[in-house]
């Protein structure tokens, strides 16, 4: 365990597994709290989820809920320290957002002392399908995920655990070039961290977009690797 990774620990951080993220975090994932990660497809979002999930396990366990089927067994093979790790990572895939409904309002039934993170991979992609595009529709689907981060919020604080919701994006339309997540205003309201994350060629960079004690605008590179992030 690195330095930093130690500082996450002592400090109810949970470490992304890379000392870039974890010091433009502030330490880490911080338990009580939902951090929001958001970003288009390949810049990273699921890599970091997984590597957070992996640094949990050390000394806890860690729930995954994996809408996208993004979650694979080789990869956390990969990234693993130790294969009899994996048995802490308890992974459900959800196939609708009915589902995932139903699965976040029985969450807090599989959360005890030994959980060290939860992670939502991803929060809308359900979501997204299940809308006719209807005004209608689109109400009371947007609704239904603000009642979804509400329990995510209030079971982070009642257990004092980490949670990451990764998200999709879209072009914005108040500012040319630039993007911003699906429902934005709901994750902005239950997030008490957010990360934009981005890709050219085979550069990443995570940018801080929103934090309760640092600045927003704060910027990394990292990399993906076989073993993790870097």
């Not at 009580?32 to 949990?56: F, Q, R």
Request: glycine letters at 8%; hydrophobic letters at 35%; aromatic letters at 6%.
């Amino acid at each position: 365990m690195n330095l930093l990774s130690r500082k996450a620990k002592a400090l109810n951080f949970t470490s992304s597994g890379s000392e870039k993220l974890d010091e433009l975090l502030g330490g880490g994932f911080p338990s009580g709290a939902i951090t929001h990660l958001y970003g288009p497809s390949g810049s990273g979002k699921t890599n970091i989820a997984m590597s957070a999930a992996v640094s949990s396990t050390t000394s806890g366990k860690a729930i995954y809920l994996d809408t996208e089927g993004g979650f694979h067994l080789d990869r956390l093979r990969q990234i693993l320290p130790k294969p009899e790790l994996a048995k802490n990572i308890l992974l459900k895939q959800l196939y609708s957002f009915k589902e995932q409904k139903s699965i976040i309002s029985q969450l807090q039934r599989f959360v005890d002392y030994k959980c060290r993170l939860i992670v939502l991979d991803s929060a809308v992609s359900l979501y997204r399908l299940e809308n006719s595009g209807s005004r209608n529709d689109m109400l009371d689907n947007s609704r239904e995920l603000g009642r979804q981060m509400a329990q995510l919020s209030k079971i982070a604080r009642q257990n004092q655990v980490p949670i990451i919701v990764c998200n999709q994006v879209y072009e914005s339309f108040r500012k040319k070039g630039s993007v911003e997540p699906v429902g934005r205003d709901v994750m902005a309201y239950w997030s008490k961290t957010a990360l934009e994350l981005g890709r050219k060629g085979s550069s990443r960079w995570a940018r801080l977009a929103r934090h309760p004690s640092k600045k927003a605008g704060e910027q990394s590179k990292f990399k993906i690797h076989n073993e993790g992030i870097r």
